[in-house]
């Protein structure tokens, strides 16, 4: 058995909603899982983790990422456009350059930006598979995870059919039959999917969206597969008004009364953004429990709107919160989209909108529900040690009066003084053990001159 004592913090904060968020001491780690909290002398023989001058979080969830776009930022093509042109210039444009090793240094750079920044879980939502690969990409994003020791949710994307403007001079996105796309799902979760409890690797089953990358046929097979195979299922939804304007032309309903025909909707389903709902809509996703993944700096980027997520949330809603890939978000960090969420609903909604609590609440326990990984996301016994200890010595969180708020409300490039994963330490003193970050860097350049030649 090992045991490790987490002693000195400023103060924790637990991931649970309200006044219970809050708490202070000493924390237990035992084989992988917090054994105790609170005030508690070192026993004989124990390892201990002195964090004075430290604030301690759960380790934070990202429920939504494209690790593939980390070489696509910053696509001056793109750098402008809203979702639709966006989607056109950069990543329908440059998809076919992503070779095997374009994935993986892409997968290396987004995952360790993710460590950098305390996070100890991501849901990466891949659905580039061509039949033209030599390579499977959930292996390729599987090896580069388990490499950095953060788990994974592969949320295995893909479509049956283009969307319209695929077609325009570009190599056209790939499509599959859906027999197809649903036996490789299978055959991916069979291969990497583990459901007990602690598991690093899960499978989702992910068509991109269910507007434009299904034939609405589909959409029943689509649910009663993925609750066969027992995978939750995730998608894009109601990112832009095109969605709207789609389904109330085409189907005659706003999206989400449209998928409630469907039975797409409860608690193992969630969608990126939901920019765009009436309250009847943050209403029926509250009340079925069809989780949020809310993507505040990607909707800010691409001039898309902000997201009910408070008003969802005060209904009990599952609300969680992902960066999106970094093409559409070059601070594709958890830090980051927590400081930018805190100020993105109170410059429209007013300053009580969102507090810095109900922003760890969402990228911690929030994702946790959000991802079915119940035994993270928040800070107590018997829970995973999945822990994020932000050191606050730099002067930007000099003066502060609550520190326990000051990596969300000070924002900035996170000093991870130490994160666990299952109690294993992935990132220390600011750096991930073992890792090369001098060939990441050229790496990274090299595939970037490959796919701007
Ligand atoms: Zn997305």
Partial sequence: MTSLLIENAVGIFTGHAGAAMRTSGSIRIRDGVIAAIGDMPPEEGERRLDVSGCVIYPGLISTHHHLFQSVMKGVRAGINLPLAGWLREVP?????????????????????????????????????????????????????????????????????????????????????????????????????????????????????????????????????????????????????????????????????????????????????????????????????????????????????????????????????????GAASNEAADMISEMHSCWHTHRAVKGADAVTAEDVVHWATAGGARVLGLPQTGTLAPGQQADIAIFDLDQPRHFGMHDPLISPVTCGGAASVRALLVGGRIVVDRGTIPGFDIAKLRSDAAHVIARMTA
């Fill in 92 to 324: 329908h444009c440059y998809w076919a350059k992503i070779d095997e090793e374009a994935l993986a240094v892409a997968a290396r750079i987004g995952l360790t930006e993710m460590l950098l920044s305390g996070t100890t879980t991501i849901a990466d939502h891949h659905y580039l598979f061509s039949d033209t690969f030599r390579f499977d990409p959930a292996q390729v994003i599987f090896d580069v995870a388990r490499e950095l020791g953060i788990r994974l949710v592969f949320c295995r994307g893909g479509a049956t059919r283009a969307r319209h403007f695929d077609t325009a001079g570009f190599v056209p996105v790939p499509t599959e039959s859906l027999d197809h796309m649903l036996k490789s799902v299978e055959s991916c979760a069979q291969r990497f999917h583990d459901s007990s409890p602690g598991s690093l690797c899960q499978v989702v089953l992910a068509p991109t969206t269910p507007t434009w990358s299904l034939d609405p046929g589909e959409l029943k097979e689509v649910i009663a597969a993925s609750r066969r195979m027992k995978l939750r299922l995730h998608s894009h939804l109601s990112e832009s008004t095109d969605y709207v304007d789609f389904c109330l032309s085409v189907h005659g309903k706003r999206p989400v009364h449209w998928l409630a025909d469907h039975d797409w909707l409860g608690p193992d389903i969630w969608y990126a953004h939901l920019v765009h709902l009436d309250a009847d809509e943050v209403r029926i996703l509250a009340e079925t429990g069809t989780g949020m993944a809310h993507c505040p700096q990607s909707n800010c980027r691409l001039g898309s709107g902000v997201a009910p997520a408070d008003a969802m949330a005060r209904l009990g809603g599952a609300v969680s919160l992902g960066v999106d």
